[in-house]
T-cell receptor, first 113, second 114 residues
């Protein structure tokens, strides 16, 4: 059973507009979340993280929002650029073993001119 | 700084063959891990290590073996390859002792088992 879900396999956004990638989780014990970005034929790269004691974290054009009551987090990219076209993975730290990450299935973002 | 390196980039195996996927990092990271990526499944943890001499199982450890004799190297062994092990394999490392820290991933090994 998928504990971290990314229900949108793909998203297409115009350059300059906002991209919103969503992630839902089932276990309220999850306390730390991360986003990774992956280009084709490359390994994932870390993007941004958020602890459950916060509801927002910003890093330049990237902002992650956490809604604990809804068990939902989202990644906002503003403004979107063609170089942001990649697969984005949401991940949560396993609350029972903090050495493990549980990844979602990923959302492919395409930013067109 | 080469970061995390993986060899080979591509490999084709026949069912029943064994092989070792190599992973090395030059960042003196204590934590290393192996993931597999399959379509529609995201990244799934196979094995991980929090330091030399210490390894543990992840979510999908069956059919794989690991060892960690040095801080730098974390090889993944396929004992008897099966078509279900066709996947892209990623090795990662991080400076922290847990998965919450930023992990640096290698470029991946694409494995096909026929």
């Amino acid at each position: 059973d998928q504990q971290v879900k990314q229900n949108s396999p793909s998203l297409s956004v115009q350059e300059g507009r906002i991209s919103i990638l969503n992630c839902d989780y089932t276990n309220s014990m999850f306390d730390y979340f991360l986003w990774y970005k992956k280009y084709p034929a490359e390994g994932p790269t870390f993007l941004i993280s958020i602890s459950s004691i916060k509801d927002k974290n910003e890093d330049g054009r990237f902002t992650v929002f956490l809604n604990k009551s809804a068990k939902h987090l989202s990644l906002h990219i503003v403004p979107s650029q063609p170089g942001d076209s990649a697969v984005y993975f949401c991940a949560a730290r396993d609350p029972y073993n903090t050495d493990k990450l549980i990844f979602g299935t990923g959302t492919r973002l395409q930013v067109f001119p | 700084n080469a970061g995390v390196t993986q060899t080979p980039k591509f490999q084709v195996l026949k069912t029943g063959q064994s092989m070792t996927l190599q992973c090395a990092q030059d960042m003196n990271h204590e934590y290393m891990s192996w993931y597999r990526q399959d379509p529609g499944m995201g990244l799934r943890l196979i094995h991980y290590s929090v330091g030399a001499g210490i390894t543990d199982q992840g979510e999908v450890p069956n059919g794989y073996n690991v060892s960690r004799s040095t801080t730098e190297d974390f090889p993944l062994r396929l004992l008897s390859a099966a078509p279900s092990q066709t996947s892209v394999y990623f090795c990662a490392s991080s400076y922290g002792q847990g998965a919450a820290y930023e992990q640096y991933f290698g470029p991946g090994t694409r494995l096909t088992v026929t």
